[in-house]
Structures are given as C-alpha cells and as structure tokens.
C-alpha cells in the first residue's frame, strides 16, 4: 500500500489546457472518489495517475517514488475499467492471472492468489467459464479479482459501474467499499454519479473544467460546500438556489428576484444589499408556516417519501417531505426553510458567504 500525492498537475492537447494545476493528496488506505460532470477532467487525472496519460506540468508521487516518467507496469498499481477490458478467449481464471503470468510468477503462486481473490469475491463457481457466459456483475467482479491478484499498492477504477442496471449498481457499491475495507488498499475511483461518491468515499474531490473546487468528506461537502457548483452537484434532488439579494432592515433577510422575503437566522456582515442566492436543501422544508406559500406544480410519491416540485415566486423549487401530500397542481402549500441549513452564495463568484 502507498499514499499517492499530485502537486500542480497539469494537461494539455497542443494549446489546449484540460487540467489546470490539479494538487490532491491521497493518504495510504485511504478510498478517495473523483467526482464531476461529463469532460471535467477527473478520468484525465486518473490515467495521468496510472500512466496512460503523459502530463504537461507538475508531479505525480506513488509512495516516495516520482513516477512521472514509469511506465505503467512499473509504477505498482492495478486499474479497472469501465468496459471490463477481459480476454474473450481466456477463461476467468486465465485472465485473472495473466498478469501474473507475464511476470512469470510461479504456477502454483497464481493459482493460489487466483483462487483468493476468486473466493473474496464469489467467483469460484465461474473460474472455468470465458467472459461471453457471465452476466455483467459478474464481469466487473472478474475485472476486480484481475487487479487483487496482482496486490498492488493502488487499485484505480475509473467509472466501473456505469454499464450496469440501477440495482445491481446497488449491490456492487457496497461490494466495492467492503472489498476495500478488507484489503485496505489505496484506491482511487472516478464517477460521474455523486450517489455513488457520497455512499462510499472517504473523502470526496469534486472537479469541474479541469480545476478541484473542494476536496472533503462526504458529509462536509454536503453540509458545508465551499460553492454553489458543489452545492448544487452534490446532493439529489439537487440545492435549492434562489436568485436575489440579502436585506438587513431590522432582521437580516433575503428578497428573491420574484419578490419573496425569506427568513434568514443570520446574514454576513457588510452584506446589506449584496446580490447572492439563497440555498437550502429539498429535505430541509417543513410543511406550514403562515408567510412562505409554494404554488405545487408536479408531486412525485415515491413511497417512502413525496417530492414537491413547485414554484416560489417566478423560481422554482423541489421539497422532500416524509408526509404523504395529496396537494394538487395549483395548489399553494405553506411550507418554512430550516434556518439553521440555509446557505448564501455570491451572486457573482459563486463562493459561500
């Protein structure tokens, strides 16, 4: 096992900067998440860590080694990908120990790390069949026992579970995140899906246009985001973000652009009059209130919980309420924001207040 540091890493194609002095340290054992929407740069960042990538600027350290210029077979980490990336023509067991095998480690070594990682993940049973004859959980586990076998100092997955339906997606994460409580390697996971990141990261990087915009735990990005992009990625439904301005006439307040006063606990001093955004998460309405009414446009039950999509004033708002709400389109609920969970962001920079 081994920590992974990258200090101002930096990528361009031709004139082209996609990744704009990136500096992230990953402690050893740690299970860190890339996160971020399509093209920001975060499955970049991961190849430049497993060396699939050449980088423009800056370091990459594995352990204490600058791996810069490794290659990867020598930099003593073991990648996942996406589309599994398994040999047809060999059986499970085959490609699990191929690399191994190329290694020319012993026979008897590979069939004994084969039949481990073969057993931690349930596998047994399939070490005979070719990929063509297991489903696509089955594949991903093959893909992963492929990269125990080799006990690396880092396991990189980079979007592995993207090809399966929303269940078995599911089960796999709480595989993974148990995988890695076992063997406690290093581990460095891209996705797309902040479900995903918030249930099994250590830490969290959130990436956008090639630059980390915070770096936390999953609950301090959730309870504490450093800006609105973080705000409104992390989390679903997504933050409630209203356009306006804070007011401190006797109690600080904050009028929407529609016209709305809404309460707030406190408000930064010296912003009396400052254009910003008013955010509050959907779980963070209450239900009543004699002010704040809510004009319901769609209702959303889905068993366990209703989500309310509505409008407030000219913006429009999503609430997640435990209650069953039988309200109609048009209808006005009166609902209250939880003062202690609301957010203030500059309407122009974007950062917290």
Do not use: W
């Not at 707030?264 to 998460?281: C, I, T, V």
């Amino acid at each position: 096992m081994a920590s992974v540091d990258v200090f101002d890493v930096r990528k361009s194609y031709a004139a082209q900067e996609v990744i704009h002095g990136v500096s992230v340290s990953i402690a050893d054992g740690e299970f860190v998440i890339l996160v971020g929407p399509s093209g920001c740069g975060k499955s970049t960042l991961l190849r430049m860590i497993a060396g699939l990538e050449g980088i423009s600027a800056g370091t990459i350290k594995i352990g204490d080694r600058v791996v810069n210029g490794l290659a990867p077979k020598d930099r003593d980490i073991a990648m996942v990908f996406q589309n599994y990336a398994l040999y047809p023509h060999k059986t499970v067991a085959d490609n699990m120990g191929f690399a191994l095998k190329l290694r020319h480690t012993p026979k008897a070594e590979i069939e004994a790390r084969v039949r481990r990682a073969a057993e931690i993940l349930d596998v047994v049973p399939y070490l005979s069949r070719y990929p063509r004859q297991l489903s696509g959980g089955q594949r991903q586990r093959v893909a992963m026992g492929r990269a125990i076998v080799r006990d690396p100092k880092v396991f990189l997955f980079d979007e592995p579970l993207s090809n399966l339906d929303a269940k078995l997606r599911v089960q796999m994460r709480a595989e993974i995140k148990e995988l890695h409580q076992r063997l406690k390697t290093t581990t460095i996971y891209v996705t797309h899906d902040q479900v995903e990141a918030m249930t099994m990261a250590d830490r969290i990087v959130v990436m956008h246009d090639g630059i980390v915009e915070q770096i936390g735990s999953p609950l301090e990005l959730y309870d504490r985001p450093a800006n609105m992009f973080v705000a409104g990625f992390i989390g679903s439904p997504s933050m409630n973000l209203l356009k306006g301005k804070v007011l401190h006439e006797g109690h600080p307040s904050f009028l929407t652009d529609g016209g709305v006063t809404l309460p707030l606990a406190a408000a930064p001093a010296g912003s009396d009059g400052r254009p910003a955004y008013y955010g509050f998460r959907p779980e963070h309405l209450a239900l009543g209130g004699a002010d704040l009414k809510a004009e319901v446009s769609v209702i959303e039950p889905t068993g366990s919980e209703t989500q309310v999509f509505a409008r407030l004033g000219t913006q429009k708002i999503v609430g997640v309420f435990r209650e069953r709400i039988t309200a109609k389109p048009g209808e006005f609920l009166p609902i209250m924001p939880n003062l202690d969970a609301v957010h203030l962001f500059d309407a122009q920079s974007g950062a917290r207040l």
